[in-house]
C-alpha cells in the first residue's frame, strides 16, 4: 500500500534506515547474529521481509515512486535496514535482472524525492550526509550546493539530458555550483548505479531464496511489463533491421532495459512513426524500460505524434542526435554490438544530415508527415492512424 509522507529531519541512525545503501548503514544490526537463512526463515525477521516484499512489489507497480511504502511508517531503522538486504537478495536471485533495475530506479528515486523535498539547512546537511557517504563530497554555500569538478563529471557522466552537461553548468575554480535539487538528481543517478547492480550469491544461496520466495518472485515476474516481440506494423512496412546504427542502439539500450535519456526517448518516439511503426509498436519499444509507465507512455508517444494538429514532431537530425551523445558514429569505443563497432559507411563516410535518410538510403519506406489540415497520413498499408486527443490504440 502507498500513501504521501511529509519529510522530517533525520537523527543518524534514521539517515541509515532512510538510505541503507550507505556505507556504514550496517552499524543498525551490530549485534544481531542474522544470516542469509535466518533472514529468509525466522519469525523474529518477519516485519523485515513483510518490508522488503512491500518495496519490491511497489517498485515493479510504481517504479517513479511517486508514492511511498505505507508499510516504512513506523518501521524501526534497523528493520528498514534488514528489509532492504532482504529486497535485494531477493532480486539478485531473481531469474531476470529487470525487476532489479526497476527497484533501483524506484529506491533512487525515492532518495532523491525526499532530498528535494526538504528545506534549507535540513535539505543541505542530508545532501550532505547522503553526498559524503557516497564519496561525493557537496557543499552548501549561500547560492546552492558545490560539488568538486571531477565528482560532478563523474556523477553526471551517465545522465544524458542536456542539462547537465558540463558547459551549461555554473563552473568557479574547480567547482560546480549547482541548485540543492540538481545535486539531488545527481545523487539520484548514483544510488541507481549501485543498487542496480546485483549483489553476487553462491547457487546455493540462489536456490535457497527462489524456493523461500517463489510465490513473491513469480507475483514480481507478472507485474513487470512484457516486452512485445512485435517488430512491424500494417503488414510488415516497418524495416528494423534497417534503421540507423542510432535508433537500432536506443531501442537495444531499452531492450536490455537500461535507462535512455529523455532527448533519446524522444528522438526514438519521433523516429519510428515515420518509419511506419503505429503507436502501439512505438508505446512497446518503451516497455523495457526501467521506469517504463504505460499510461504515462501512452500519453507522450500520442504527445509527440500527433503534435500540432495530428503532424507530429519531426525527428532530430544528425547534428542535434550527436550533441546529445546519441549518433553511433561519435562514443564509438562504447558502442555495443559489432553492427554498432562496424563503421557503417552511410554513417562515416556520406556524413548523412538525418537518421531518416539513412532509412530511405537502405530502402525502407519514410511516411510523409501529416497536413495539419487533415490530420496525420494514411499509414503506407492505408489505415488511417489515431487522430488527435483519440488514446493511442
Ligand atoms: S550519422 Fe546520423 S544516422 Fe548515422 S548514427 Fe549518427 S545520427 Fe544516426
Redesign the pocket.
Known amino acids: 500500500m502507498a500513501v504521501h509522507r511529509a519529510p522530517a529531519p533525520l537523527d543518524p541512525s534514521s539517515l541509515y534506515g532512510e538510505y541503507p545503501f550507505l556505507p556504514g548503514a550496517e552499524s543498525l544490526v551490530r549485534g544481531q547474529a542474522w544470516t542469509v537463512r535466518t533472514l529468509l526463515e525466522e519469525p523474529a525477521y518477519g516485519s523485515a521481509r513483510a518490508l522488503g516484499r512491500a518495496r519490491i512489489l511497489a517498485a515493479a507497480d510504481d517504479p517513479r515512486a511517486v508514492k511511498d511504502v505505507a508499510e516504512f511508517a513506523g518501521a524501526a531503522a534497523d528493520v528498514r535496514y534488514l528489509s532492504f538486504l532482504f529486497a535485494r537478495l531477493v532480486l539478485a536471485s531473481a531469474p531476470s535482472p529487470a525487476p532489479l533495475r526497476r527497484w533501483a530506479v524506484a529506491e533512487s528515486k525515492r532518495s532523491s524525492t525526499r532530498l528535494e523535498s526538504l528545506r534549507g539547512t535540513e535539505q543541505a546537511e542530508e545532501i550532505e550526509a547522503v553526498a559524503d557517504a557516497l564519496l561525493s563530497p557537496m557543499r552548501a554555500r549561500a547560492d546552492g550546493m558545490e560539488v568538486a569538478l571531477v565528482d560532478y563529471v563523474r556523477l553526471a557522466t551517465p545522465i544524458r539530458e542536456a542539462d547537465y552537461r558540463l558547459v551549461r553548468q555554473d563552473l568557479r575554480r574547480g567547482v560546480v555550483v549547482l541548485r540543492p535539487k540538481r545535486a539531488a538528481r545527481l545523487l539520484e543517478e548514483a544510488i541507481r548505479r549501485t543498487l542496480a547492480q546485483p549483489i553476487p550469491l553462491a547457487p546455493e544461496v540462489v536456490t535457497l531464496v527462489r524456493e523461500r520466495e517463489a510465490e513473491l518472485l513469480g507475483e514480481v515476474a507478472a507485474r513487470m511489463p512484457l516486452p512485445v516481440a512485435r517488430s512491424s506494423a500494417g503488414g510488415g512496412v516497418l524495416r528494423p533491421e534497417r534503421f540507423?546504427?542510432?535508433?537500432r542502439?536506443m531501442r537495444r539500450t531499452l531492450q536490455k532495459g537500461e535507462n535512455l535519456s529523455h532527448a533519446g526517448r524522444f528522438a526514438l518516439a519521433a523516429f519510428l512513426p515515420r518509419a511506419g511503426a503505429d503507436a502501439e509498436t512505438i508505446v512497446d519499444a518503451y516497455r523495457g524500460a526501467p521506469d517504463f509507465d504505460e499510461s504515462i507512455t501512452r500519453y507522450q508517444v500520442e504527445h509527440i505524434t500527433h503534435h500540432a494538429g495530428g503532424v507530429g514532431y519531426e525527428p532530430p537530425?544528425?547534428e542535434t542526435?550527436?550533441s546529445h551523445g546519441?549518433?553511433?558514429?561519435?562514443g564509438d569505443a562504447t558502442a555495443e554490438s559489432p553492427a554498432d563497432r562496424s563503421r557503417?559507411p552511410?554513417?562515416?563516410e556520406e556524413?548523412?544530415?538525418?537518421?531518416l535518410?539513412?532509412y530511405r538510403l537502405r530502402g525502407g519506406t519514410v511516411v510523409e508527415r501529416g497536413d495539419p489540415e487533415t490530420g496525420p497520413p494514411s499509414t503506407p498499408t492505408g489505415g488511417a492512424r489515431d487522430r488527435p486527443g483519440s488514446r493511442a490504440r
Open positions: 540507423p546504427p542510432c535508433i542502439k537530425e544528425c542526435l550527436r546519441l549518433c553511433a558514429r561519435e557503417d552511410l554513417c562515416f556524413r548523412l544530415r538525418h537518421p535518410q539513412y
